[in-house]
């Protein structure tokens, strides 16, 4: 595995994500920001953050998959939320809930989350990138 992540002394534990992760690895994977289509390009959960969001994640470790790789080479999500206010939280940990299910893992690499006014598809309420490192 070429990720490590910590929660250095100093800094905040949150449950979510690690505050630190160390890449050891030697290939770089940028996934482009997925939102929740299915296969078919088709918006999967329509209205339903949740849904949206566990959407986003799965479409996520397919890419990764794609390069070899998977959450544990994870080394930085970027979370792009529409209308975020932090009582949206809940729905947000329930999608990611879902998703670690579904792929097997617990996906808590550094993480950033952003409020944005709108994304490309006025149906879309999420969006996620991320950075993996593979060895």
């Known amino acids: 595995m070429a990720i490590t992540l910590v929660n250095p002394a100093g800094l905040p534990e949150i449950g979510a994500y690690r505050q630190v992760s160390i890449a050891s690895g030697s290939r770089l994977v940028f996934v482009a920001g997925q939102v929740a289509w299915d296969a078919e390009g088709v918006t999967v959960g329509a209205g339903d953050l ?13 890419a990764l998959a794609a390069a070899g790789g998977g959450f544990d080479d994870v080394a930085k999500l970027t979370v792009y939320v529409v209308g975020w206010t932090p009582d949206m939280m809940p729905l947000l940990m329930e999608g990611i ?12 690499p550094p993480a950033t ?11 879309h309420l999420v969006e996620i990138e991320a950075t993996a490192v593979l060895d």
């Open 113 to 123: 989350l952003l409020g944005v006014a709108a994304l490309d598809v006025p149906e």
């Open 50 to 62: 949740a849904a949206q969001v566990e959407q986003c994640y799965l479409n996520v470790g397919t």
């Open 97 to 108: 809930t879902r998703a670690a299910g579904k792929l097997g893992v617990t996906p808590v």
